[in-house]
């Protein structure tokens, strides 16, 4: 299973609301990310968990709560968000956290209204 | 600092060969990724180079000169599902370049 799977594909929520994205792997990868990729940009950095630690944040904005249960789900909590967050949201997974290939998988489309 | 530089656009034939540039600069390298990106779609890893020299996978290849901060990605008997966006890309952690975005012509 060489599969990172994400949930939901889309969302919309309003900027007083509370979601959450869902990511998931079983590929035994222990690094976990979260990209941010708005339309016609490349995939920006903003979350790195390294066996289940937090190890990078890109200064991302408090209303971004990442969280990582276990080694096999990487969530994004999502609140009081403005209408510049609506992006695609990525997910992706490594080994480790060093250099090598990522795995991604197919994002979450966010619109912010 | 850091900064990735590639083409913003190009055309090709179906059946030709095309090469798409990147340049960087950065203090800590790890290694030149690309990856390829279909509109809509997440992007899927095409090669990695850490060393210098040309790594060839079937139709693609990517080459890699570190002293002049050098990759080019060459993607040889186009075809029409090569249309779509590359990205060059430097570690640690993943800095992603703007992407060449690729069209293949009949």
């Known amino acids: 299973d060489t599969e990172v799977t994400q949930t939901p594909k889309h969302l919309v929520m309003g900027m007083t609301n509370k979601k959450s994205l869902k990511c998931e792997q079983h590929?035994?990868?222990?690094?976990m990310y979260w990209y941010k990729q708005k339309a016609k940009k490349p995939p920006e950095l903003m979350f790195v968990?390294?066996?289940?630690?937090?190890?990078i944040n890109e200064s991302v904005p408090s209303r971004f709560s990442p969280e990582c249960p276990n080694s096999s789900l990487l969530n994004l909590h999502l609140h009081a968000l403005q209408p510049e967050d609506s992006a695609l949201y990525l997910c992706?997974?490594?080994?480790?956290?060093?250099?090598?290939?990522?795995?991604f998988g197919p994002g979450t489309r966010l619109t912010v209204t | 600092g850091q900064n990735i530089d590639q083409p913003t656009e190009m055309t090709a034939t179906e059946g030709a060969i095309v090469q798409i540039n990147c340049t960087y600069q950065?203090?800590?390298?790890?290694?030149l990724f690309w990856y390829q990106q279909h509109a809509g779609e997440a992007p899927t890893f095409l090669s990695y180079?850490?060393?210098?020299g040309l790594e060839e996978k079937g139709r693609f290849s990517s080459f890699l000169s570190r002293s002049k901060g050098y990759s080019y990605l060459l993607l040889k008997e186009l075809q029409m599902k090569d249309s779509a966006s590359y990205l060059c890309?430097?570690?640690?952690?993943?800095?992603f370049g703007k992407g060449t975005r690729l069209s293949v012509i009949a």
């Open positions: 968990y390294s066996y289940e630690k937090l190890s």
């Open positions: 950065t203090s800590g390298f790890n290694g």
């Open positions: 992706a997974s490594s080994q480790v956290s060093g250099p090598g290939e990522q795995y």
């Open positions: 180079n850490v060393l210098d």
């Open positions: 590929m035994g990868h222990r690094a």
């Open positions: 890309a430097f570690h640690t952690p993943l800095v």
